[in-house]
């Protein structure tokens, strides 16, 4: 059972939310902020996600409201942080801001 002490602390910390999942899960730990493994971790979450919607349609008695709503949350912020990912790398200027920066 998931208590509220144990949610991912907001706003979204990503190294604290993978530590969090790595504790909850045994799952590959998605460290890595390469926009592969972001990707990887999304379809992840995507499929945990949907398995647990279909546990609390059909009533299960193990579904875990709190837990859901976490990973939904944890969901949308990577999806929305690989999205503007991709967006800066498109950038015309991503070659100029990657030079600057060094």
Same mark, same amino acid.
Request: charged share 25%.
């Given at each position: ?9 907001? +706003?979204?910390?990503?190294? &604290?939310? /993978?530590? #969090? ?13 390469? +926009? ?7 379809? #992840? %979450?995507?499929? $945990?996600? *949907? @398995? /647990? *919607? @279909?546990?609390?349609?059909?009533? &299960?008695?193990?579904?875990? %409201? +709190? !837990?859901?709503?976490? %990973? !939904? $949350?944890?969901? &949308?912020?990577?999806?929305?942080? !690989?999205?503007? /990912?991709?967006?800066?790398? &498109?950038? +015309?200027?991503?070659?100029? *801001? $990657? *030079?600057?920066?060094?």
């Amino acid at each position: 059972m998931l208590h509220s002490d144990s949610l991912v602390p907001h +706003p979204y910390n990503r190294p &604290a939310s /993978m530590a #969090w999942l790595a504790g909850q899960f045994a799952t590959p730990v998605f460290h890595d902020d390469t +926009p592969s493994d972001r990707a990887a971790l999304i379809a #992840w %979450l995507e499929r $945990r996600c *949907r @398995a /647990m *919607r @279909a546990q609390g349609i059909a009533g &299960a008695y193990h579904y875990d %409201l +709190p !837990l859901h709503i976490e %990973l !939904l $949350r944890i969901l &949308a912020v990577e999806k929305a942080e !690989l999205a503007a /990912m991709e967006i800066q790398s &498109a950038s +015309p200027d991503a070659g100029w *801001r $990657r *030079r600057r920066a060094a």
